[in-house]
């Protein structure tokens, strides 16, 4: 029988930095995908989720979380059924705090479709994009595609993010490229053990 309950994509504002151009593109990522129709959108604030850095005695592999901040993460985390990551790029990587968000959980992770909007300067933060996706392939999350974001040409000013069109147009895509995976790697997850 096939499932037709919504996906539930879950975006990710990786910068946790008091003043941030993130925030501001993730809510238009969560109106974008909103608008889409085929999600259920939960926004995540990496700020308000506040880790510290990562302080689990055991491996995340084996879902055994000694700590409250680390079983409120898990929970918060594992209903999703897509993860679209809002990344800055520093100094030609991402940031830690999206790092060690990923690294508290593994089953968690497993599976899921993922999406990554990056952003910076003149590079586009496609150097944070390239970092990342390694880190998500040993998670076992299944990459769906890339926006990148030069500030100069799509600033954050006031509050306000300007997309061009042809960004508009990439995010629609990689909605709908995250939509098609959802169905399939919903299956794999079902039929695998919570931790291993």
């Known amino acids: 029988m096939t499932d037709t309950s919504p996906h539930h994509l879950q975006i990710i504002i990786g910068s946790t930095r ?3 151009a993130g925030e501001t593109i993730a809510r238009w990522v969560a109106q974008r995908a909103t608008d889409h129709g085929g999600f259920s959108v939960e926004l995540i604030d990496l700020r308000d989720v506040d880790l510290p850095l ?8 084996q879902g055994n979380y000694t700590h409250d901040h680390s079983r409120r993460w898990a929970e ?7 993860v ?24 968690e992770w497993r599976f899921k479709a993922v999406g990554i909007v990056c952003y910076g300067g003149g590079a ?28 100069a040409e799509a600033p954050v000013a006031e509050g306000v993010f300007s997309p ?6 990439s995010l629609d895509s990689l909605l709908d490229d995250i939509e098609r995976w959802v169905p399939h790697l919903r ?10």
């Open 18 to 20: 008091p003043v941030r």
């Open 54 to 61: 990562l302080d689990e005695p055991h491996q995340p592999s």
């Open 76 to 82: 918060r985390v594992a209903p999703g059924d897509a």
């Open 84 to 107: 679209i990551f809002v990344v800055p790029e520093y100094n030609h990587s991402y940031n830690a705090a999206t790092k060690n968000a990923l690294d508290y959980l593994y089953a």
């Open 124 to 151: 586009r933060g496609t150097r944070a994009a390239q970092h990342l996706k390694p880190v998500l392939a040993a998670l076992k999350m299944v990459h769906a595609g890339d926006v990148a974001i030069g500030l």
């Open 164 to 169: 061009t069109p042809m960004l508009t147009r």
């Open 187 to 196: 299956e794999i997850r079902a039929s695998l053990p919570a931790h291993r």
